[in-house]
Nanobody, 122 residues
Framework: QVQLVESGGGLVQAGGSLRLSCAASGRTFSRYVMGWFRQAPGKEREFVAAINWSGVSTYYADSVKGRFTISRDNAKKIMYLQMNSLKPEDTAVYFC???????????????WGQGTQVTVSS
């Protein structure tokens, strides 16, 4: 069993930055692929970024590539999402999730956090 708690969301102006954190419980945190997803009102949940167990391999959605950076600290059991050059279209609830392989499919992620709201004003 893995429990995930996101934090770091908030209101920011376009062009600004935020860093999201995802704190995990469970002894096997370091074995899992971790991912970030987001869901805007009226839209389906979409993939943002994922990172493998060691942090060496990462994968990003085209919409955030070059602006967002995913990382993890296995000793602290925390995953991060550094978001720079934010745009109004980045406004969404951001969720962290745990899975077995790096994939963009929500169905492959077994555990989810409750989400944190990110709002980018124009």
């Amino acid at each position: 069993q893995v429990q995930l708690v996101e934090s770091g969301g908030g209101l920011v102006q376009a062009g600004g930055s935020l860093r999201l954190s995802c704190a995990a419980s469970g002894r096997t945190f370091s074995r899992y692929v971790m991912g970030w997803f987001r869901q805007a009102p009226g839209k389906e949940r979409e993939f943002v970024a994922a990172i493998n167990w060691s942090g060496v391999s990462t994968y990003y959605a085209d919409s955030v590539k070059g602006r967002f950076t995913i990382s993890r600290d296995n000793a602290k059991k925390i995953m991060y999402l550094q978001m720079n050059s934010l745009k109004p279209e980045d406004t969404a609830v951001y969720f962290c999730a745990v899975g077995g392989v790096i994939t963009t499919s929500t169905a492959e992620y077994r555990y989810w956090g409750q989400g944190t709201q990110v709002t980018v004003s124009s």
